[in-house]
Structures are given as C-alpha cells and as structure tokens.
C-alpha cells in the first residue's frame, strides 16, 4: 500500500477567477514589494495581467499623456454639448407643451452631469484610494471621460436657454 495517498490538486496551477478583474487565469501573488508599500495588498492572488497593472500604477506611470487627455477632454465636451443641444432641441419641440424646456433641459442636463460624475467616482475612488496621486488617477481615458460627460451637462444646461426657445 502506499503510504502518500492519492495526489493532491496543485492549488497554485489551477485557474482560477482573478479577484480583481473577474477573469479566470492562473493567478500569481501580489506582494507588498509589488505595490511598493510596507504591508501586503489586500488582494493577495491577481493574475499575470492585474499584477502589471498593479506595478506600474505602484511606480506611478502616466501612459496617457497630458496633451492627449487635454485634447480628449476639449473634443468630448464638444461632441458631448451638441449632442445635448440637439437632443434637447427635438424633446422641446415634443414635450415643451406637456412639461416645458426648462424641465425637459433640467432633467437632460442634470441625468448627464450625474451619470459623469458616477462614473468619475466608481474611476476615482478606485485609482485615488490605491495611489493617492490626484495626478495619476485622472490620467486614465475613463477618467478624463467621466468628466467630459459631467462638464457637457453642465454647459448644455447654462447655454440651453439662450438657443433652445
Ligand atoms: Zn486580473
């Protein structure tokens, strides 16, 4: 008979769902030395992916550079106001009767600008809370983002009454 039995399952070579992204892989440890803090992450298995992007969000690097985010940011709102006017413009003509633009522009505007600033938080508190570079964390497509849709509502919403009657 032999005495060690039947083999166990190689734990560390089995995929697995990664904690942080969700997707199943072969996961690796994060250290603390991975993050660049004294005490462990929180997470302690990420896979290959996820710890990269722990580490260079450790090491701070912007891969998103500040012209493009700045040229990102000009271009959405752009979009993103004539998008709102245009909108804005059809439901007044249908709905002005019932309920009147300035309702209509209000609640176009402010569903906008909450929308933007969810989506800025659920980014913020995830990069800010790990790094606490205010710098770094709105260095993220998504981010910049956020704040096009939050900063289009708001001047949609005070440029409105002047073209939309
Ligand atoms: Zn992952």
């Known amino acids: 008979m032999s005495s060690t039995g039947p083999a166990r399952p190689d734990l560390s070579r089995r995929e697995m769902e990664c904690p942080s992204c969700g997707k199943k892989s072969f996961l690796v440890e994060l250290t603390a030395e991975d993050i660049q803090r004294v005490r462990p992450p929180t997470v302690g298995m990420v896979c290959e992916g996820c710890r990269e992007k722990y580490r260079s969000a450790a090491r701070l690097e912007i891969r998103y550079s500040t012209q493009t985010a700045l040229r990102d940011l000009a271009l959405v709102v752009l979009v993103g106001v004539s998008l ?5 413009d059809a439901l007044s003509t249908r709905l002005a009767v019932s ?13 906008t600008s909450l929308t933007g600033l969810r989506m800025m938080y659920s980014e913020l508190r995830g990069r800010y809370g790990f790094t606490h570079s205010l710098s770094w964390s709105l260095h993220s497509r998504y981010a910049i ?3 096009a ?3 289009s509502g708001i001047l949609a919403a005070a440029v409105s009454p002047f073209i939309i009657r």
């Open 84 to 88: 709102l006017l245009l909108v804005l």
């Open 99 to 111: 309920v009147g633009p300035s309702n209509v522009s209000f609640f176009v505007t402010a569903a």
């Open 149 to 151: 849709i939050l900063v």
């Open 145 to 147: 983002l956020s704040i």
